[in-house]
């Protein structure tokens, strides 16, 4: 773990991997919310989390370099969300036959599995959602799609999405949802948060 200044109120926290991001992260906010931490924004990503809004950026990563690292624990504890899928997406019979499955084993290989909100970007309310194994990892498209239906369940490498709007994109669709992934009259706008546990149960 390495952490470094990033502009004039922000640190970054460099990491091995996401389970180390995760726990990271859960800690940064453990932290924030006891008082022990002051930062407007915890925000992680694959292989980092970046704390903005830091009032004393260099007291506060000699403070974090302090702190014992906390341990992966390999789950997650946040609130649970289950998401109803209609499992027919143009690219499960791909998925399957990529895992040596029947379409049915796919489907229940999938909604079988505990995700985790690893991070959120690419647009808002677009989750990256981590718990699949390794050996599970399916590439994107070669030639991504001009344009994916807001609703659409996808996988791309280790990790499933939903796309909270229609837009371009290179995931492999397995299925869709009704669930309203981003809006801006809720608080928080985006129904899926780092943290959040997630299950994609076939609807």
């Given amino acids: ?5 990033a502009g004039l109120a922000a640190l970054l ?3 091995a991997d996401g389970e180390h991001v995760e726990a990271w992260r859960a ?13 407007v924004e915890i925000v992680p990503g694959a292989r980092t989390v970046l704390l903005d809004g830091v009032a004393d950026p260099a007291e506060t990563a000699r403070r974090i370099a302090e702190w014992p690292p906390p341990a992966p624990s390999g789950t997650a504890d946040g609130p649970l969300v289950t998401i109803p899928v209609a ?11 990529h895992w ?15 995700l985790r909100v690893a991070f959120c970007g690419f647009s808002p309310g677009f989750a990256y959602l981590a718990g699949l ?16 239906p807001a609703g659409s369940v996808g996988l791309a490498g280790e990790y499933a999405g939903i796309y909270p709007t229609a837009s371009p994109g290179g995931w492999r669709l397995v299925g869709r949802t009704d669930r309203v992934l981003f809006d801006v009259g809720r608080d928080p706008p ?14």
């Fill in 133 to 148: 194994p390794a050996e599970w990892a399916v590439p994107r498209l070669s030639n991504p799609r001009p344009k994916v």
């Fill in 100 to 114: 040596g499955l029947s379409t049915q084993g796919a489907v229940d290989r999938i909604a079988s599995a505990e």
């Fill in 13 to 15: 926290i460099e990491c």
């Fill in 87 to 97: 499992y027919d997406g143009s690219d499960l019979p791909w998925v399957a036959e």
């Fill in 27 to 39: 800690e940064l906010w453990r932290r924030r919310e006891r008082g022990d931490l002051s930062a």
């Fill in 190 to 203: 985006a129904l899926l948060v780092p943290g959040t546990r997630v299950r994609l149960v076939p609807a």
């Fill in 1 to 5: 773990m390495r952490v470094t200044e």
